[in-house]
């Protein structure tokens, strides 16, 4: 822990010890991070490849920051990485289990994410740091997960919000064909119908497969675009839902009309980006880029706060029982910064992590949702995603 | 152009260094990589002087001779003659230094490295380095003890305040204060330590002789969304009498009695309030104001905001040259 500072040292400085180190062992507190990888098409940009420390290297650094406060706490934390496929998950899982993990961060998609839950029953606490869907924190919520990703709904709160602020409240609305795509295109449809936006024209653009990363690519999706968008009601903006990433990145500049697009591509929301430098950010940014030699991803984000999440309650209750943990972090007592300017709590309806969402486009942070305007009696960011009057999550048990 | 200007303001400075350094204020622009110089009794600018990469924490030498100023992204503090704005001297200050605390002697520099978890200790006669403190995630604020011997540093992330011993370089206590602590106070009397939390909302009260909380002072404002209130910089009068506290984006100065530690006023400023200076003789206060571009004045005795003055982009530090 203190190697890189040593590394440093001239010959003639002190090294000064903290005297807080504690005498007898550490306290061990482990957690797990399970990647469950899809085995799909590779993204449509190959900026967008997915590199192979993806969620772990978030994972580093939060072990990092947690091991640096506690060696003033007698606290060592420890992450084990496992990569799976969505066959084999269910068997990683098992072995996490029968190796007595407590805590673990999973980075798969809603379905996955659902099964591992039911799968964890009250053997652990699963904390989401990928999957969106907004039945996991409604219909099919878990009392033992937390969700640290923001659900689709929250993203698309966020990204409405601005919208009406801008006043642009006609959209054309266009999602893809996968399942991920309609469910973002209901949340869309719902922030819609929240915040008073109307959808004058929505569109499926299905995915037909196709080679769409040959070299001619370019010039076939250059005619499709604009033939795809012409003749739609008149709209102010246009939103794309293709989380399946088929289409969207395509569509800026090649819509029929000149409108500009939001969603899946143009200005997209987002738990975190690797441009935002508000509240700290900055020096978040400097540390995972000097850890992991690369930018920041979501993934890496909401694992890195996810880890947190743990680190935070293990240092507030001093303590490295895991019982305890888990039940502080339920708690209203609870919360955690993650430099997006206030702290992070947890909805006790749902467990979904409160949190501010970035609107960005691919160079810099455009706006941070919620916005000023929208007000709510108990937290502001409870404008963003289903609230507790709306929620249909009943908790099986409260234990 | 803006060089041009600098320069010519540059030579204006220079014809008249002998008179009335005292009370110049002196302030960091984070975003325009300079410090922008104003006249204490006028409020007039006097001009504005490049010193380097994203300049943040601004301090000065008890005799007024030195002005040193945290450059974060160049690795380095460096150090101006106050009179002429010329570069004096670099010390080594370790990776992206933030804020940093002299010796109430003038030396050493006790600087805190953001990016790296330490407290660097810099020698200012010899620019030697003395010791590098590994302290919590994101050190930031600094104070010193009015008798020199504990140093506190503040980490953002691990939330803590750490009391380093001044002659051993060792941390004695480590004290859990509320989410993301900016700054570390002490009374002029050392009888009080104050450390404000951003996140937290909070001022932590902290008894130095047993490392305990005494207090925690909250705000509230009428109109302003509770997480608008992020405690930055605090500054309490050398007679004890009155705390101002930063609140950044709620734009606000909080006004506490600091015998009671109850807020008195909230006095409403420019916009993301970060840090504070007095004058030296506690008439006025200075505020930099990173959004809105300016430093707003504030009457110490009257709680009244006087005057705001235009200043670089994204304002971060602030010093005033000793009488």
Known sequence: MLKGIMGLLAGTVALAQPAAAQTQDPVLIRAAVLRVDDPGLPPISRLDLPPEDLGFAGARLAIEDNDTTGRFMGQDFEATEVAASPDTAAAEMAKLLEDGMEFIVVLADDAVTLELADQVGDQAMLLNARARGDNLRGKDCRFNTIHVAPSRAMLADGLTQFLMWKNWPRWFLIHGSHPEDLAMAEAYRNAANKFGARIVEEREYEDTGGARRTDSGHVQVQAQMPVFTQRAADHDIVITADEADVFAAYMPYLTWDPRPVAGSAGLVPRSWHPAMEAWGGTQFQNRFESLADRQIREDDYQTWLALRIIGEAATRTQSGDPEVLKKFILSPEFDVAGFKGQALTVRDWDHQVRQPILLTTGVVTTSVSPQDQYLHQTSQLDTLGVDRPETQCQFQEAS | ?323
């Open chain 2, 1 to 323: 152009m803006k060089h041009l200007l600098s320069a010519t303001t540059g030579l204006a400075l220079l014809i008249s260094a002998d008179t009335a350094l005292a009370n110049r204020v002196f302030v960091t622009n984070e975003r325009s990589n300079d410090v922008t110089v104003i006249d204490g009794e006028t409020f007039e600018v006097i001009g504005t002087y490049p010193v380097g990469n994203r300049p943040r924490g601004i301090t000065i030498s008890p005799d007024g001779s030195e002005l040193y100023v945290c450059v974060s992204d160049d690795n380095l503090v460096r150090v101006f003659d106050p009179n002429t704005m010329e570069e004096l001297h670099t010390l080594p200050s370790g990776p992206d230094p933030e804020l940093f605390v002299l010796h109430p002697s003038g030396n050493p520099l006790f600087i805190a490295n953001e990016d790296d978890n330490i407290v660097t200790v810099v020698d200012t006669e010899t620019h030697q380095m003395l010791a590098e403190v590994p302290v919590g995630v994101e050190p930031e604020g600094m104070g010193v003890s009015p008798d020199g011997a504990v140093v506190i540093n503040t980490s953002e992330t691990t939330n803590m305040a750490h009391f380093i011993d001044t002659e051993t370089y060792e941390i004695t206590a480590n004290v859990l204060v509320d989410s993301r602590p900016r700054f570390a106070q002490y009374t002029a009397d050392g009888s009080k330590l104050y450390v404000t939390s951003e996140i937290g909302g909070t001022v932590s009260v902290i008894d130095p002789a047993t490392q305990q909380i005494t207090k925690k002072i909250s705000f509230e404002i009428p109109g302003v969304l509770p997480e608008a209130i992020q405690p930055v910089g605090a500054r309490v009068t050398s007679d004890g009498s009155k705390l101002f506290v930063a609140l950044g984006p709620a734009n606000r100065v909080a006004v506490v009695d600091a015998e009671t530690d109850e807020v008195i006023d909230y006095l409403l400023v420019g916009q993301r309030v970060w840090q504070l200076a007095f004058s030296p003789d506690e008439k006025w206060l200075y505020t930099t104001n990173g959004n809105s571009n300016d430093v707003s004045i504030i009457d110490v005795e009257a709680n009244e905001v006087v005057r705001s003055v235009q200043v670089g982009q994204q304002p971060w530090g602030v010093v005033v040259a000793p009488d």
